[in-house]
């Protein structure tokens, strides 16, 4: 029996964004191996440690961050009524809607 199927490939790991503060490594779930991918901007209910928020958006490993960086503004401006035009991410630079 194959170990690699069971345990999962670890480079094909999900991340997630916290709509509320935006921030890509607070949050609660972080890390999760599907067998079925889900949709480019599947929103999860899961916590942040920074702001305390549940829902956060899905990097999937085959997305580029900031380009789901830009939706996740987009939803953050509907739903917290806010008006972020830009954002600085580490080692990815300025993201601009």
């Known amino acids: ?7 999962g490939n670890g480079n094909k790991a999900s991340k997630f964004i916290c709509l509320k503060c935006l921030s890509w490594r607070t949050t609660y779930t972080q890390d999760i191996q599907r067998r079925n991918q889900r949709e480019i901007d599947h929103i999860k209910t899961s916590g942040c440690i920074k702001c305390g928020d549940v829902d956060t958006m899905e990097v ?3 997305d580029y961050l900031p380009d789901i960086m830009k ?4 939803r953050h401006n509907k739903d917290y009524n806010d008006n972020i035009k830009e954002i600085v991410i580490e080692h ?5 809607i």
């Open 1 to 7: 029996m194959c170990w690699y199927n069971i345990n």
């Open 60 to 62: 999937r490993y085959c």
């Open 71 to 74: 939706m996740a503004i987009k």
């Open 92 to 96: 990815y630079g300025k993201i601009c």
